[in-house]
């Protein structure tokens, strides 16, 4: 087989595997939609060739997911901003929103430090 970078290139059924294991939530599943062997799929999993072109397509899924919340995150907080100075509002719809926007906020600050001890770290270690 040809090789592609630092994987092998994989065989029809292979990429039938990884394709259907993408979407489908089991390797059962997975194995029957790609029209292979649950065993065959296992063993195929065992592939360094098969498990890297999978972390890659499960990468590029993630990406895309991540692109679109994005995307949608500005939204969410208007609707939840609304509901949340909403007077008309249940108090429980009220008070649910107020929780979800600081709760957000909470882990948003989390990260952000998280980020910027992790840049620190970073820097430190290039300069050993």
């Keep these: 087989m040809a090789q592609s970078g ?9 990429r039938r595997f990884v394709s259907a294991l993408v979407s489908c939530p089991t390797v059962r599943d ?3 939609a790609a029209k292979i062997g649950e065993r065959t799929a296992w063993r195929y999993l065992q592939d360094p060739a098969v498990s890297g072109a999978l972390a890659e397509r499960q990468t590029a899924v993630l990406g895309h997911v991540s692109r679109r919340l994005a995307t949608e995150m500005g939204a969410a907080m208007d609707v ?12 429980g719809a009220r008070v649910s929103a ?4 600081l709760d ?3 882990r948003l600050a989390e990260l952000v430090t998280l980020a910027e001890r992790v840049a620190a770290l970073e820097e430190k270690m290039g300069e050993s």
Aim: aromatic share 0%.
């Design 104 to 106: 957000s906020g909470l």
């Design 6 to 14: 630092t994987h092998r290139e994989l065989n029809p059924r292979q």
């Design 98 to 101: 107020a929780r979800a926007v």
């Design 30 to 32: 997975a194995a029957a």
């Design 80 to 91: 939840l901003c609304q509901t949340m100075r909403d007077e008309g509002a249940s108090d």
